[in-house]
């Protein structure tokens, strides 16, 4: 059924999606969602194919799930942890399915391990601070003028009780919003979000 050949193409795209991500390529989150479309996609086609380790659809459904995990967590959605938790949940049934009844291992299960192993580094091995600057600053191909990401970096530094580092992120925002001639609004904002920093009044981002 051609519906489970997009279990492959599902994972390359989300692959693709994921590693643009570190650069802060636009529309990485795009491909990541297409992905796991593709994703659900060969799980629809594997369950009205019928049951079988042929057609393994628990174990779609972990990779499935594992992937949506870690793109919940890596883009700071607040369902991240009921995502990781139904992913971890998937991923012991599908053990159960492989020990029980003696399943090969394949690659599909090595992609559930690989990206729920990272999904628990980026979720519980980092602070939230440091999991935005790898993923969005470090590698960024507009590190020296992308202010918007800087002045969101200085709230999650803010967020981690890491004051100092988030006022001078903050700083670093205004004087990059400054050199590329930004609109008033962004220079009144994250000027506000610096004394924010100072008084330590600063509430939401916004």
Not at 116 to 136: E, H, K, Q, W
Request: some cysteine; proline content about 2%.
């Amino acid at each position: 059924m051609i519906l489970m050949r997009m279990e492959v193409p599902g994972i390359l795209i989300f692959s693709l999606g994921f590693g643009l991500k570190f650069f802060h390529i636009p529309h990485n989150a795009v491909l990541m969602l297409l992905g796991l479309l593709c994703l659900l996609l060969s799980l629809m086609g594997a369950l009205m194919a019928g049951e079988g380790a042929q057609k393994r659809p628990v174990s779609r459904l972990s990779a499935m799930l594992s992937l949506a995990a870690l793109l919940c967590v890596i883009k700071f959605f607040p369902v991240h942890d009921y995502i990781l938790l139904l992913a971890a949940l998937a991923f012991l049934w599908t053990v159960y399915l492989l020990v029980s009844k003696k399943v090969k291992l394949n690659a599909i299960h090595y992609v559930s391990v690989f990206a729920l192993a990272l999904t628990v580094f980026f979720r519980f091995g980092v602070d939230r601070s440091d999991r935005y600057f790898i993923l969005n600053l470090k590698y960024s191909v507009e590190q020296s003028t992308d202010f918007i990401t800087w002045d969101k970096y200085s709230w999650m530094l803010y967020l981690d009780e890491r004051a100092d580092e988030s006022l001078q992120a903050s700083e670093k925002a205004l004087s990059i919003a400054q050199r590329v001639d930004a609109d008033k609004y962004w220079l009144d904002l994250i000027d506000g979000h610096g004394v924010a920093i100072r008084d330590k009044t600063w509430e939401r981002y916004h």
